[in-house]
């Protein structure tokens, strides 16, 4: 069965400084993999996807996120982090057998000023 | 701002009530989905329909019945909820079902307590 684990509940870095949130995953066949933001009272926001082949991807916001074949992992990353993107973070994984995005249990961010 | 629309907002009901949830979207996806999320937990797939047929349904209690009237429009009819079933429903669209590398985008949900 495919999954995806985020291990930290909480990340909290200063403004300014670089920001990671972790994702390992668990597939079998190809790794479709997504990143979603959620902002208090909102819905999820597709911040970026990975696309085969390419080991950093790009995303919205300025987010991006590296994919690592041999670690399993698809980390989200930023060089400068913003107060504004303090928000709760979701990995997901679609599984090509049921179609279903499997989702990690999520990441909150927080950024101080 | 999100390409999927959802109402109301906000629903407060009681036990007894039918009320209805309603998702549009004019992207033209094929997909669409229900997820219930409750607090700081990831949403959970309730729903899916594909070319306005429901695809998969994950044991929801009968008490949910979606609809999908057209392919731009997705429902949820509510009727003698228990107060579990408080959580913030999520609506979702993609391209199509089985283009596994396509983003779900979200709607901004409707926040539903049940009294």
């Known amino acids: 069965a495919q999954s995806v684990a985020q291990p930290e509940d909480q990340v909290n870095v200063a403004e300014g400084n670089p920001l990671t949130v972790k994702c390992t995953y668990s597939v079998s066949g190809n790794p479709y993999l997504f990143w979603y933001v959620q902002y208090p009272n909102r819905g999820l926001q597709f911040l970026l996807k990975y696309i085969t082949g390419d080991n950093l991807v790009k995303g919205s916001y300025g987010f991006e996120a590296e994919f690592n074949k041999s670690q399993t992992s698809f980390h989200l990353k930023k060089p400068s982090a913003l107060v504004s993107d303090s928000a709760l973070y979701f990995c997901?994984?679609?599984?090509?057998?049921?179609?279903?995005?499997?989702f990690g249990t999520g990441t909150r961010l927080q950024v101080f000023p | 701002d999100t390409e999927v629309t959802q109402t109301p907002k906000h629903l407060v009901m009681g036990m007894t009530n039918k009320k209805s949830l309603k998702c549009e979207q004019h992207m033209g996806h094929r997909a669409m989905y229900w997820y219930k999320q409750k607090a700081k937990k990831p949403p959970e797939l309730m729903f899916v329909?594909?070319?306005?047929?429901?695809?998969i349904n994950e044991s929801v209690p009968s008490r949910f019945s979606p609809e999908c009237p057209n392919s731009s429009l997705l429902n949820l009819h509510l009727h003698a909820l228990q107060p579990e079933d408080s959580a913030l429903y999520l609506c979702?669209?993609?391209?199509?079902?089985?283009?596994?590398?396509?983003?779900?985008?979200f709607g901004d949900g409707t926040r539903l307590s049940i009294l």
């Open positions: 329909y594909s070319y306005e047929k429901l695809s």
């Open positions: 997901a994984v679609r599984d090509a057998n049921t179609d279903k995005l499997i």
């Open positions: 979702a669209s993609s391209q199509e079902s089985g283009l596994l590398n396509q983003p779900q985008h």
